[in-house]
T-cell receptor, first 112, second 113 residues
Framework: DAGITQSPRHKVTETGTPVTLRCHQT?????MYWYRQDPGHGLRLIHY???????DKGEVSDGYSVSRSKTEDFLLTLESATSSQTSVYFC???????????FGPGTRLTVL | GEDVEQSLFLSVREGDSSVINCTYT??????LYWYKQEPGAGLQLLTY?????DMKQDQRLTVLLNKKDKHLSLRIADTQTGDSAIYFC?????????????FGTGTKLQVIP
């Protein structure tokens, strides 16, 4: 357990509004990830970070941006939410040995 | 690209053994994982196996890896109702400077009392 928290845990928003999800970790892990989980797709990587201010795109990054100003926080922003972004979002970190990811509890986002 | 496949559903009776299967395509996988997800919760790491091993046992869990066939299985002995959850297989390898993890779509295990 990497002491990962996500906020908010649930959010309902309207199409076109900006949304920011927060991931916070207490283990000082260098790598952090954002995934989305949808039925029939498993988990798909949106963006990841390999250090403060160092981020890169995953396989489904369109419509999302991220920021990492501190080691412990990784923010995911939907600039203009669309209904296709209704999903459950998971944050994860990579342990110091570099072989295991640990996941946060998830944020359920509904875009109406 | 990398692909991980699992069957979608498995139903077993309480006390029986469950076997959840997974196939993957990436021959450069370094670690293979099993995660458990209970309703409304995040993914919990159950166990993992390094790619140069063929078996790992941890209490009621046995992981078998057939690297030649790229087949991974998770056996749960004496399955309990608390084992009802979705089980994800995942493989990882280093790609472009980071650890890339590819997940299967998950197998929903239903345990019948």
């Amino acid at each position: 357990d990497a002491g990962i928290t996500q906020s908010p845990r649930h959010k309902v928003t309207e199409t076109g509004t900006p949304v920011t999800l927060r991931c916070h970790q207490t283990e000082n892990h260098r790598y952090m990830y954002w995934y989305r989980q949808d039925p029939g797709h498993g988990l798909r990587l949106i963006h990841y970070s390999y250090g403060v201010k160092d981020t890169d795109k995953g396989e489904v990054s369109d419509g999302y941006s991220v920021s990492r100003s501190k080691t412990e926080d990784f923010l995911l922003t939907l600039e203009s939410a669309t209904s296709s972004q209704t999903s459950v979002y998971f944050c994860a970190t990579l342990d110091s040995r570099g072989d295991t990811q640990y996941f946060g509890p998830g944020t359920r986002l509904t875009v109406l | 690209g990398e692909d991980v496949e699992q069957s979608l559903f498995l139903s077993v009776r309480e006390g029986d053994s469950s076997v959840i299967n997974c196939t993957y395509t990436d021959s450069s996988s370094t670690y293979l994982y099993w995660y458990k997800q209970e309703p409304g919760a995040g993914l919990q790491l159950l166990t993992y196996i390094f790619s140069n091993m063929d078996m790992k046992q941890d209490q009621r869990l046995t992981v078998l890896l057939n690297k030649k066939d790229k087949h991974l299985s998770l056996r749960i002995a004496d399955t309990q109702t608390g084992d009802s959850a979705i089980y994800f297989c995942a493989e990882t390898h280093h790609s472009g400077g980071y650890q890339k993890v590819t997940f299967g779509t998950g197998t929903k295990l239903q345990v019948i009392p």
